[in-house]
């Protein structure tokens, strides 16, 4: 059973809620004059601000022990929400969040993530290193769950609870969740129970529309990149995270670790990220 088989018995036709960055927008813009929002997040020193942006399933507190260790190394640390709703809005709502950004920028994805990062740093002349963590890196039409179906070894599909939700055009749309019984062995097998169970009952839910949704940009194409394969992975297969990597031609590391290795080792996350930083910003 593949995640196209469980999108397509789920998914009811529906527009993307782009609503959502447009409002998520506003209220950033509205509520600070500009120059103060690019001081609220001012570089320190010559160090790159690192931009982390979680994927499906987790939120921004999944990157705590990459941000600890970052920050013990004197760089400039932001973990935005990313909404989770569509790609064109999560990624314009990402892009709207790396213009108070001064200076600089190394800009990490994690899973669904990738695609956001890819997608919104399209043109970004801040955005010197793109860093792909278990994630995905879409050429322009492809989408998040062409390339996880391109290769075999997800068992994703048959752990996701589907959740229905009302479109505020009109209609419905689905969330996806994993189940609880199987967040740990599915998702973060090698980080311990008792903090997978607070994972699963904190997780931040995918609309399915946004897996589904075709990237419109491929910022891999003019930023450098680096990417680490999780080499225990049962979301994104690290056959599909091989092809990606080698195809942005991107400084590849693997590591023996789950889909949450940025919760499991985020030693080996952050040693990436300082090396795309030292190669790009210096």
């Known amino acids: 059973m593949n995640l196209k088989t469980v999108f397509r018995s789920t998914l009811k036709s529906a527009a993307v809620l782009s609503a959502v960055a447009g409002v998520a927008a506003l209220t950033l813009t509205a509520t600070t004059p500009a120059n103060a929002a690019k001081a609220e997040h001012r570089a320190s020193g010559k160090k790159p601000t690192v931009v982390l942006v979680h994927g499906a399933f987790a939120d921004a507190s999944s990157w705590n022990g990459v941000i600890k260790r970052l920050q013990h190394d004197g760089y400039p640390v932001v973990a935005p929400a990313n909404p989770l709703r569509g790609l064109a809005s999560d990624a314009d709502y990402l892009r709207s969040f790396l213009k108070s950004v001064?200076?600089?920028i190394v800009l990490l994805g994690h899973s669904y993530g990738g695609s956001v990062i890819s997608?919104?740093?399209a043109g970004d002349p801040d955005v010197k290193a793109l860093v792909y963590i278990a994630a995905f890196a879409p050429e322009k039409g492809e989408s998040a769950l062409e390339l996880?179906?391109?290769?075999?070894?997800?068992t994703l599909g048959p752990t996701l609870n589907s959740v229905p939700f009302p479109l505020s055009g009109g209609g419905t749309g689905t969330d996806l969740y994993i189940k609880t019984d199987k967040f740990h062995d599915q998702f973060a097998a090698d980080v311990p129970k008792s903090v997978t169970d607070l994972m699963a009952a904190t997780q931040r839910p995918v609309a399915a529309s946004a897996l589904e949704e075709k990237a419109t940009e491929a910022a891999w194409k003019t930023i450098p990149s680096w990417d680490l394969i999780a080499t225990e992975d049962y979301n994104i297969p690290p056959a599909a995270q091989r092809f990606m990597a080698d195809r942005a031609h991107a400084h590849t590391v693997e590591v023996k670790a789950s889909h949450a290795v940025s919760v499991s080792q985020p030693a080996a996350v952050t040693r990436l990220?300082?090396?795309?930083a030292h190669a790009t910003t210096r």
């Open 102 to 104: 001064q200076g600089p």
């Open 273 to 276: 990220i300082e090396q795309a």
């Open 148 to 154: 996880s179906d391109k290769f075999p070894g997800s």
């Open 119 to 121: 997608q919104a740093a």
